[in-house]
C-alpha cells in the first residue's frame, strides 16, 4: 500500500501558524484530504482535495500539495485546534491509505 | 441534519465474529457510497473497505480480503460490516462514513460525515 508519513508531533504557540507535511512517492500527483481528531471524537475533514475547505472549516484551515509533501497550514492557532490530524490518499492504484497521524499541541 | 449512527459496542472472544450496524439519515442513502474505518486503542486510522450502497458492490482492503464482510438493507438505509475469525488485534473502535462525492467512487472528495464508532473488544 501507499505510505504516507506524518511527524509524530507538532508544537505550537497560540496565535502562530502550525504546518504539518505529509510525505509520500509523488503524492503531488494525488488528492490529499486532512482529518482533525479530537481525543474521543470521530475525525473531521478539514481539507480536501489538497486545498479545499468544507462548509464550516475555518479559513485558518489551508492546505498544499507539490512534489512528495502534502502540507496542512493553520494559521492564528487557537487552542481549540489541539488534537491529531491525519492525511489521507486515495487512487485507483492502491487501497485507501492514511497518515501516520500527528499530534499537534498548542503550547 | 444528516447523521450515522452505529450499533453498541461489542465483546467478542477470539475466532469468533462481530457484525457492527451504521444507519443513515437526513440524506438519500443509495446515493453515497460507505467506507468502513478502524482505530486500535492508541493507533492512528486504518481503512477497512467501501460498499456502495445502490448495487451492494464492495471493495475491501487487501488486508481484510477474506475476513471482512460488508452489506446493506436499503429498506432501512443501513450499512454492515462483519469481521471474523477476531483476534486481540482486532480491539478497536470501528466507524462507518461517508464518501462526500454523490454517485460515484471519486478520489477528490474526503470522507464528510462519520458515525459515532462502535468499540469492539476482543478478549478471552
Known amino acids: 500500500s501507499y505510505v504516507l508519513t506524518q511527524p509524530p508531533s507538532v508544537s505550537v504557540a497560540p496565535g502562530q501558524t502550525a504546518r504539518i507535511t505529509c510525505g509520500g512517492n509523488?503524492?503531488?500527483?494525488?488528492?490529499v484530504h486532512w482529518y482533525q481528531q479530537k481525543p474521543g471524537q470521530a475525525p473531521v475533514l478539514v481539507v480536501y482535495?489538497?486545498?479545499d475547505r468544507p462548509s464550516g472549516i475555518p479559513e485558518r484551515f489551508s492546505g498544499s500539495n507539490s512534489g512528495n509533501t502534502a502540507t496542512l497550514t493553520i494559521s492564528r492557532v487557537e487552542a481549540g485546534d489541539e488534537a491529531d490530524y491525519y492525511c489521507?490518499?486515495?487512487?485507483?492504484?492502491?487501497?485507501?491509505?492514511f497518515g501516520t497521524g500527528t499530534k499537534v499541541t498548542v503550547l | 441534519q444528516v447523521q450515522l449512527v452505529q450499533s453498541g459496542a461489542e465483546v467478542k472472544k477470539p475466532g469468533a465474529s462481530v457484525k457492527v450496524s451504521c444507519k443513515a439519515s437526513?440524506?438519500?442513502?443509495?446515493?453515497?457510497?460507505m467506507h468502513w474505518v478502524r482505530q486500535a486503542p492508541g493507533q492512528g486510522l486504518e481503512w477497512m473497505g467501501i460498499?456502495?450502497?445502490?448495487?451492494?458492490?464492495?471493495s475491501y482492503a487487501q488486508k481484510f480480503q477474506g475476513r471482512v464482510t460488508m452489506t446493506r438493507d436499503t429498506s432501512t438505509s443501513t450499512v454492515y460490516m462483519e469481521l471474523s475469525s477476531l483476534r486481540s488485534e482486532d480491539t478497536a473502535v470501528y466507524y462507518c462514513?461517508?464518501?462526500?462525492?454523490?454517485?460515484?467512487?471519486?478520489?477528490?472528495?474526503?470522507?464528510?460525515?462519520w458515525g459515532q464508532g462502535t468499540t469492539v473488544t476482543v478478549s478471552s
Open positions: 437526513g440524506y438519500t442513502f443509495t446515493s453515497y457510497y
Open positions: 482535495d489538497d486545498s
Open positions: 489521507q490518499v486515495w487512487d485507483s492504484s492502491s487501497d485507501l491509505s
Open positions: 462514513t461517508r464518501l462526500a462525492a454523490a454517485g460515484t467512487i471519486n478520489y477528490y472528495y474526503g470522507m464528510d460525515v
Open positions: 509523488n503524492i503531488g500527483s494525488k488528492s
Open positions: 460498499i456502495n450502497p445502490s448495487g451492494g458492490s464492495t
